[in-house]
Each structure stands twice: as structure tokens, then as C-alpha cells.
């Protein structure tokens, strides 16, 4: 209940046509139905709703997953168009979904009308393109519907991959559009950086390829702007070499000073751009579980960065391995270890601090915040709750690599203080009762976090969309100028305000 309360105290101010009620989404539901080509489809709930219980599933099931009226899997750019056209008209609430990952209720679902990018689910390399100066390895293109594990899993024969995500069932289309922390960051930059075209249909139903050269600002505002421009079919990004990855995980219970110990070995001595890690302090059934993912661009295990990490003794789980881009996000899923096992869909909600530097400061902090919590949510059906300290190199964003596409709508800025790394926190509980008390903790993390790294860095810093509580403000996500901006091109591609009965935040 307070997630939903979360969400609209966000948006109360503007009376967002997203979250209104959805009045004749029916009668659209059957008029989209009489106007798709064969290659797409209506389903509903009911008895045999399979399809319709897939197209609204979200990865937060009970708490990010709403009931809608009808799915729709759009099968051509042409339906897409004819989709977005009905529900233009009609002023009918929808969502489009990805992968399902967002956190925040009402991004990508909707009571209205759920458009599932399903599918949209291929994948073609190209060694020759028109974009070859930044993309002289070539190029992919893949569907908007597809999740990262699967692009992965097209590509590792060809031994190519992309800057994508790291962790099993993300999709694609969401994390793009948001900006993309990826294990290749310290080498290539955000996801976004890498992207050289967007097929788009913009919500006027005008189908086209956003690039650099055909549409600057569009092209600028869709790397990190999110849903405000319309509905993506594909992304086009440059293809990147690799043999294989080595990668590992480990984790441990009340082994925090070890890990934290580890980490300042990880942080002192790594240098070389193709190593990447995060750690993971947790409370997790009233004990403290600690995790460690491991990646290296390179087929081999990297000397001494991570020996402080891999001989921490007692250890539950300690694996590493060769791996292909597929193979290697099965091998380090950390998922099934937050999941807590009480028996009910999990609740849950991410937030998220960019962290300038991680002094042991503020690692102290955030352990801080583990037996805070486990006081706190002791009585509240806390299924887990957990602090992924995500390191990046310092700099990492500043524009050296040549082959790095262009400016972006996030981050707001390359230089500092925005080649930040990430806390990203993640609570999982049961039950919606105890929605209030989790929220409050969450939010209670964020804040204590936040003034830590305020303190440390003597500003503050922007969020990061894609891990935010849904009531952040929209200009903390892209910096004042960068919102002028994105409104105005809003305005410019989108002026019946289409896009705004979508869920997410708003420009
Ligand atoms: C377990 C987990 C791990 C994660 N790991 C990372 C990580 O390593 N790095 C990182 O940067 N982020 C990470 N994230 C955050 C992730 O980037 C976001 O949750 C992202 O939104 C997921 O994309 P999706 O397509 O699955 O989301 P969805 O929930 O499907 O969509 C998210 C938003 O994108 C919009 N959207 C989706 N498809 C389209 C489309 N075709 N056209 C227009 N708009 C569209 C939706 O309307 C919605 O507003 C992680 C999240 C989770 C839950």
C-alpha cells in the first residue's frame, strides 16, 4: 500500500494521466486488437492469461506488478505506431516494459494498458557498418524487448559482446534508456556511450533511426532521458572484442572486517581498467551476509586484486572460473542469496547514492547500516536488505576514449564530480502491511548515506534513474540545464504529451 503512496506523492503535484483511473481501456484493448497485423497480439487476464500474466510480470512481483485491463505485444514498428496512436487519442494509461526490472510500481506497469516489447527479441552483428570510425569491430543491433543475458548468449559464439548489464533477467531497453553501470565501465564508459542508433517510433507514430547525425538533440536526450520520447524497438551499439571473462563469487557470513579489508587491497591496487567489482553487505534473516562478484575482461584471473577477497576462509559459496559473457552472469548471479526464503513474492525497492570516493569512511557508514536496520526491521517480515558498494575507476567517465559516441542526457557531466561510483540498496520483505516500515528504513539508508557522502565530498552528487525512489526529484536525476533541455525536446517530439501517460519520471 505505501509503495503506491510512494509513488503518488511523487507525481500528486501535476496529476499525472498515468496514474488515473483507466476508464475505457476495454473498449481500446479491442480497437488495438481490430487494427494489429498478424504479427502482433491482445491478451487478458483470466483463466488461460498466460501470455497477459508474462507481459505484467515484474521482477518486484507483488510490489512492482499491476493488474492492467489488457497486454499488448506489439510485433512491428507499424503496431507500435498504431498502439500509441489509440492510446494518444483516447488519453488511455500505459505502460511499456522491457524487462521488467524497474522497481518503482507504475514505471513500467499500469492498470491501463500494458505494451510488453516481447517481441522485439533479435540480435544481428554486422562487421562493416556506416559507423565505422567508433565502431571499427563492427556493430549489433538487437530488439528492444530482449533481456541482457540473452544478447549475451547471441553474441559469446562470435566472440563479441557489449556494454550491457550484470545481472541475470535486466532488460535492455530500461537500462539504456537510463544510462548503464556495466562490468566494461572503467574500460568504455556508461551503456549509453556505446549506443550508435536508436529505431524509435516517436509518439506522432513516426517511425525512424535516431542518430548522432539524423537528430543530435533526440539522439542526446533518448541516452538517459528514459520513456520520454517514445517507444524503442532497437538499439544499435558497437560491438566490442573479447575472448572470454574471468570471473568469481564469494560470500560469507560475518565476515565484514575481512571484506572490508579486501576491499581497501581492491581499491589500493587496482589500476588496470579491465578489472571490475562489487561487494555486498547484507542482513539477511538476522544475519550478516557478505558477498563479493569479481570480473575481469581477460580470460585469466588478475594477480593480487582479488587474492584479499578469495582467501577469506569459511566461505559459503567460493567459485571462479573462465567464462563466456552468458556463461559468466549464471555463474555470479548473487540473486537467489537476497531473496530470504520467506515463502511470499517478495516486496522490494532499490535506492541509490553515487559515491564521489570510497573512503573507508564511508564503508563504515554503510556497515553502520546493517545493524541499524536489523534493529529497526526486526518485526517487519524483512525477507533481506542489502548495500551493493559499487566501485568505479576514478575518472572513468571523462571522455578519454576517443571512440566513445557523444554527450549524453545522464550523467549530467563527465567530469567530476560525476565519474562517481554507486551505493545501490536493495530491501526485500513480505507482505504489504509492512510496506511502511521497510520504506521508512529504506529511505532512513538513503539519507544517512547521502549526508555521509556529502560531508566527505562537499556537494551532491546527481541520482542515478534507473535505482531511484520514485519520488526523487526529476531535477536531482539530470542536473537543472540538462532538464531544460529534456523538456524542450519533449515538447518539440512530443507535444499531445503522449509519453506522460506512461509512467516514470517525467521531463
Ligand atoms: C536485479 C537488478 C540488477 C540491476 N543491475 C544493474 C546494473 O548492473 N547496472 C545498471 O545500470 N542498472 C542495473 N539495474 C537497474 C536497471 O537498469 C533498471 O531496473 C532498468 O530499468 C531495467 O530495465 P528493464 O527493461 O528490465 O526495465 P522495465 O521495468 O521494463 O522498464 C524500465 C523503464 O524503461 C521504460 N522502457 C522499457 N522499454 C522501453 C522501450 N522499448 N521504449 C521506451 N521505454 C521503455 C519503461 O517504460 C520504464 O519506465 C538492476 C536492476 C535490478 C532489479
Given at each position: 500500500m505505501h509503495l503506491i503512496l510512494v509513488v503518488t506523492a511523487a507525481v500528486s503535484l501535476i496529476s499525472p494521466a498515468w496514474a488515473a483511473a483507466p476508464i475505457n481501456a476495454t473498449a481500446v484493448c479491442q480497437e488495438i486488437a481490430q487494427k494489429l497485423s498478424n504479427a502482433s497480439a491482445v491478451f487478458y487476464p483470466g483463466a488461460y492469461g498466460l501470455v497477459y500474466a508474462a507481459d505484467i510480470f515484474h521482477h518486484s512481483a507483488s510490489s512492482s506488478t499491476q493488474e492492467s485491463v489488457c497486454s499488448v505485444e506489439p510485433g512491428t514498428a507499424q503496431d507500435v505506431a498504431r498502439i500509441l496512436q489509440l492510446v494518444g487519442s483516447t488519453r488511455t494509461p500505459f505502460a511499456v516494459k522491457g524487462?521488467?526490472?524497474?522497481?518503482?510500481?507504475?514505471?513500467?506497469?499500469?492498470?491501463?494498458i500494458q505494451i510488453a516489447m516481447t517481441r522485439f527479441n533479435t540480435v544481428a552483428y554486422s562487421k562493416?557498418?556506416?559507423?565505422q570510425r567508433q565502431a571499427p569491430n563492427g556493430v549489433v543491433t538487437f530488439g528492444a524487448g530482449m533481456v541482457w543475458n540473452d544478447i549475451y548468449a547471441a553474441l559469446d559464439p562470435l566472440n563479441i559482446t557489449v556494454?550491457?548489464?550484470?545481472?541475470?533477467?535486466?532488460?535492455a531497453a530500461g537500462f539504456l534508456l537510463g544510462g548503464g553501470y556495466s562490468f566494461f565501465s572503467n574500460q568504455y564508459?556508461?551503456?549509453?556511450?556505446?549506443?550508435?542508433a536508436f529505431d524509435i517510433v516517436q509518439p506522432n507514430g513516426t517511425e525512424s533511426v535516431v542518430t548522432a547525425s539524423s537528430d543530435p538533440n533526440l539522439f542526446w536526450a533518448l541516452k538517459g532521458g528514459l520513456n520520454n520520447f517514445g517507444i524503442v524497438t532497437a538499439f544499435t551499439m558497437r560491438a566490442i572484442p573479447y575472448t572470454r571473462v574471468w570471473g568469481a563469487l564469494v560470500a560469507h557470513v560475518n565476515a565484514t572486517e575481512a571484506y572490508k579489508d579486501a576491499f581497501e587491497v581492491f581499491n589500493a591496487t587496482s589500476t588496470d581498467p579491465k578489472a571490475a567489482m562489487l561487494f555486498g553487505l547484507n542482513g539477511i534473516g538476522g544475519q550478516s551476509i557478505q558477498y563479493a562478484v569479481m570480473f575481469y575482461d581477460g580470460p585469466e584471473q588478475p594477480a593480487g586484486i582479488y587474492d584479499a577477497f578469495l582467501n577469506i576462509p569459511s566461505a559459503l559459496v567460493n567459485s571462479n572460473g573462465t567464462f563466456t559473457m552468458s556463461g559468466l552472469l549464471a555463474a555470479v548471479n548473487v540473486g537467489g542469496l537476497l531473496s530470504g526464503g520467506t515463502g511470499d513474492q517478495p516486496r522490494g525497492q532499490s535506492g541509490i547514492v553515487l559515491i564521489e570516493t570510497y573512503t573507508p569512511e564511508i564503508i563504515d557508514t554503510v556497515i553502520n547500516e546493517i545493524s541499524i536496520n536489523s534493529g529497526l526491521l526486526a518485526n517487519s517480515s524483512s525477507a533481506g536488505f542489502g548495500f551493493s558498494i559499487e566501485p568505479f575507476s576514478p575518472?572513468?567517465?571523462?571522455?578519454?576514449?576517443?571512440?566513445?559516441t557523444s554527450d549524453s542526457a545522464f550523467p549530467p557531466t563527465w567530469t567530476r564530480p560525476y565519474s562517481a561510483s554507486l551505493c545501490n540498496l536493495g530491501f526485500e520483505w513480505a507482505g504489504a502491511a509492512n510496506d511502511a516500515a521497510n520504506l521508512a528504513a529504506l529511505q532512513g539508508s538513503v539519507d544517512r548515506i547521502q549526508a555521509a557522502e556529502t560531508k566527505q565530498s562537499g556537494m551532491t552528487l546527481p541520482t542515478y534513474?534507473?535505482?531511484?525512489?520514485?519520488?526523487?526529484?526529476v531535477e536531482q536525476l539530470f542536473g537543472a540545464l540538462n532538464l531544460a533541455r529534456l523538456t524542450a525536446i519533449a515538447k518539440r517530439v512530443d507535444p499531445g504529451k503522449v509519453m506522460q501517460l506512461a509512467g516514470g519520471f517525467k521531463v
Open positions: 524487462g521488467g526490472h524497474s522497481w518503482n510500481p507504475g514505471f513500467s506497469s499500469t492498470p491501463g562493416t557498418s556506416q559507423y556494454v550491457g548489464g550484470r545481472v541475470v533477467g535486466v532488460g564508459g556508461m551503456a549509453v556511450d556505446n549506443i550508435l575518472g572513468y567517465l571523462t571522455r578519454t576514449d576517443p571512440l566513445r534513474s534507473n535505482l531511484a525512489l520514485a519520488d526523487t526529484p
